[in-house]
Each structure stands twice: as C-alpha cells, then as structure tokens.
C-alpha cells in the first residue's frame, strides 16, 4: 500500500525545514523555527490539540486546497497559522511573536 496523502506532506514539510517527520504525539514536523501539523478534512479540528504547549510559531497545514479552505475558517481568530499543502503560508502564526 503507498503512502497517504497526509504522510506525502508531512515528509515535504520536513524536508523544506531540514528535519524529520514525527510520526508520533506532538507536531509532524518540529523544527528550531516553528511546529507544522499537516491535516485533512476529516481530522482538521484535531491541529488544535496536537499544537498545544508549543511557544514557537505553529501552522496547519491543509493536505490539499479543500483542507486548507477548511483549515483557513477553523483558526481564523487563533494563534495558530495555516499553510497550503506547498508549505506557503496563507494564514500566518502569531504564536511565539516577540511583542
């Protein structure tokens, strides 16, 4: 069986930040600048919990262009950012932001 669509984009995501893809509890991809958890339409309200605790910037980002839509309503009044399944940012974070 092949990969899925989530997985295909976690793996991207984290060769873009240099490091690995966490298959495990927390974000899929945590780097030194920022925390990513890559989503689908069906788990988008689950980004919310596995960001949690993270003082760095933080994204969702969309498996593919619904997703994004979906993840883009979702957080629209939250700290948390949002970016395309490219790793584009289309909602930035403002989590983590020296004031």
Do not use: C, F, W
């Not at 945590?30 to 890559?38: D, M, N, T």
């Amino acid at each position: 069986m092949g990969k899925s669509k989530h997985d295909r984009v976690a793996e991207s995501m984290a060769n873009k930040e240099n490091t690995d893809y966490n298959r495990g509890q927390g974000a899929d991809v945590q780097s030194s600048r920022r925390a990513i958890e890559v989503e689908t339409a069906n788990t988008i309200g689950d980004a919310a919990r596995q960001l949690a605790g993270y003082q760095k910037p933080v994204y969702v980002a969309g498996a593919d262009a619904a997703t994004t839509k979906k993840a883009l309503e979702h957080y629209q009044n939250t700290t948390i950012g949002v970016m395309n399944s490219q790793g584009k940012i289309v909602k930035p974070s403002t989590r983590g932001r020296k004031k």
